[in-house]
């Protein structure tokens, strides 16, 4: 299993913003983890990564990446897992890339085995990208340019938050459909962070959904949902008159 996460909480105070959750992901598997704005989402997958900072309080039954149990894990030992076990991908480059140094710069920065070159054209970006500045790329091309530097690494998982929440249509399409190439090319994990319930039905065979910091439900993505909530975000996605 590459993660199993048992009754996994996050208390900021009083406020639990994620209760008792539990997920699992085996290697090459997919999830989609699906709710409004302020569900939790989101600080689920930053405690997967050992990334919730203070006043924030994580907790668990059981936290295992990799059958490494993180509970206790130090700083070291989570930033060995942060990178090479998993990749997290945000949903605007813009802030997540370093406005001072060049594309090239920072893939080169990640201590990546394959060459800049190779790492900008499996995400389909040409070699020129690499002595540009973020500020000098589309939404698309910096999108990409953040997924070569998440990729640079070879992650066994890819954490994807929101990754096409900032792009127009055709290009949020276009992001989907790479990211899947890529991990159908490299056997890669993929979990989905997102408040598109179509969307994570398209990309992913199992769904968690969430409300309050809950897990109201988990289902196949073909599946029925039981939950009001769960039905209620099904009924919001718009549809084509005819």
Known sequence: MLIDAQNLCVRFGAKRAVDDVCLSLARGGRLAVVGESGSGKSTLGKALMGLVARPGIVSSERLEIEGRDMRSALPSQWQAVRGRSIGLMMQDPRYCLNPVMTIGRQIAECNAPTPVEDCLAEVDLSPGIAKRYPHQLSGGQGQRAYLAMVLALSPQLLIADEPTSALDPPL?????????????????????????????????????????GKAVEELASGAEPKHPFTRRLIACVPRLAC
């Open 172 to 212: 949020a399409l276009q992001m989907m459909e790479l990211i899947e190439k890529r991990m159908q090319a490299r056997g890669m994990a993929l979990l989905l962070i997102t408040h598109d319930i179509d969307l994570a039905r398209r990309t992913c065979p199992r769904l968690i959904v969430m409300q309050d």
